[in-house]
């Protein structure tokens, strides 16, 4: 029966191949009129016949992701290492961070662009903000959760506090620093695409309410796909890294089928 037994790694695609048949025999059995709920072999073929355009406003959207993506990494990670370093800092500063994430992304948007126009900035700016804070509060976390007896023996045998720091503390915070990178990940393009609906002429949030629009909501459905695609493709190559760099963690050993 080995022999038959389906790979681990099908699930996924075998899960959402049923739900595309149930989606599609539902819509042709019910006579579900397109307007309401095209069905997926509609958006497929819309995938098709305006791939140009979609591409198009893709390459836009995907720039801004990436840049804001990349940006909130850059600057949460340093940030959380010094307010886990320093007990001063974070009492002052991680206040202010919790009480600016109170304020939606969506009312600083129009702020945004009075400030910075309506180019690439204010989209990058969104998402970097979305994507800032889950990325600094796992980070910190993370680096807390070094054992204090490690770093006390570490010291004893005469180890600077930046060696405690790179061969205890880093490695302790790697597997939440992924956490919150993961989440970042599909934050990411949520900001981008709240940017897009405040001020753009290109994207796929553009794309969307022009759409929406002119009631065309096969192409809404495709522009979500689109997205949603994106998204997976993102969360994957974070998850692929984190492998390559977490292959000791318990995570990934399950991951694998090996015991904890």
Request: aromatic share 10%; hydrophobic share 55%; with cysteine.
């Given at each position: 029966m ?18 595309l ?12 009129p ?14 098709f016949?305006?791939w ?18 990349v940006?909130?990494?850059v600057?949460?990670i340093p ?5 886990a ?7 002052m ?10 304020i ?6 129009p ?8 180019g690439?900035?204010p ?7 979305i ?9 910190l ?9 490690v770093?006390?023996?570490?010291r004893?045998m ?16 790697l597997?939440?620093?992924?956490a ?12 981008a ?6 001020a753009?002429?290109?994207g ?46 318990v995570s990934?050993?399950?991951?694998h089928?090996?015991?904890?």
């Amino acid at each position: 029966m080995d022999r038959f037994r389906i790979p681990t790694s099908l699930d996924g695609p075998i899960v959402g191949l049923l739900i595309l048949i149930v989606w599609e025999t539902g819509v042709r059995i019910g006579g579900v009129p397109a307007y309401l709920l095209p069905p997926p072999s509609a958006i497929a073929q819309r995938l098709f016949t305006d791939w140009d355009q979609l591409l198009y406003h893709f390459a836009a959207t995907t720039l801004e992701v990436v840049i804001g993506f990349v940006l909130a990494i850059v600057v949460s990670i340093p940030l959380a290492a010094l307010l886990a370093q320093i007990r001063i800092f974070e009492r002052m500063l991680y206040p202010v961070l919790v009480a600016s994430q109170t304020i939606p992304k969506v009312a600083i948007a129009p702020l945004l662009v009075v400030w910075f126009g309506f180019g690439l900035m204010p989209k990058v700016l969104i998402a970097f903000l979305i994507c800032f804070f889950p990325i600094v509060v796992d980070s910190l976390v993370g680096f807390r959760s070094a054992p204090k007896e490690v770093s006390w023996l570490a010291r004893s045998m005469g180890a600077s506090r930046w060696q405690t720091f790179v061969n205890f503390q880093v490695p302790a915070a790697l597997p939440h620093i992924f956490a919150g990178v993961k989440v970042a990940s599909t934050l990411a393009i949520v900001g981008a695409i709240v940017g897009e609906f405040v001020a753009a002429d290109r994207g796929l949030g553009y794309q969307l309410i022009v759409a929406n629009g002119a009631l065309d909501v096969t192409l809404s459905f495709t522009v979500l796909v689109v997205l949603s695609l994106m998204g997976v493709a993102l969360f994957a190559l974070v998850d692929r890294v984190e492998r390559w760099a977490l292959p000791w963690h318990v995570s990934q050993r399950l991951k694998h089928g090996g015991s904890p």
